[in-house]
Nanobody
Framework: VQLQASGGGLVQAGGSLRLSCAAS????????MAWFRQAPGKEREFVAR???????DHADSVKGRFTISRDNAKNTVYLQMNSLKPEDTAVYYC????????????????WGQGTQVTVSS
């Protein structure tokens, strides 16, 4: 199973980015997919998750600004990030698991390599 994250970059506060995570080597449609982020000196934190059936959940800190979605035909999960703030600056990771769907990052089996998001004030 391989996950490839992309779409990060440098953006001004108030701007938008869309992250993508392409999966290969597993039945993507059966996996819960999630996004986490890790800022320098901080622990990795939950951002959003999407279940195989399409239900979603977002952390309070991003609710109303970020939206997770998936395209099972393309084996890809997305994170649309709007109204970005400097505190959103972090390395963003996608993760997937067939049997775990919680928000604890240590329990996800599969991880992408991370993509840097930097929001300038």
């Amino acid at each position: 199973v391989q996950l490839q994250a992309s779409g990060g970059g440098l953006v001004q506060a108030g701007g938008s980015l869309r992250l993508s995570c392409a999966a290969s080597g597993h039945p993507f449609s059966m996996y819960t997919m999630a996004w986490f982020r890790q800022a320098p000196g901080k622990e990795r934190e939950f951002v959003a998750r999407i279940w195989p059936g399409g239900n979603t959940d977002h952390a309070d800190s991003v609710k109303g600004r970020f939206t997770i979605s998936r395209d099972n035909a393309k084996n890809t999960v997305y994170l649309q990030m709007n109204s970005l703030k400097p505190e959103d600056t972090a390395v963003y990771y996608c993760a997937g698991d067939q049997y775990y769907s919680g928000i604890g990052y240590r329990k996800y089996d599969y991880w992408g390599q991370g993509t840097q998001v930097t929001v300038s004030s």
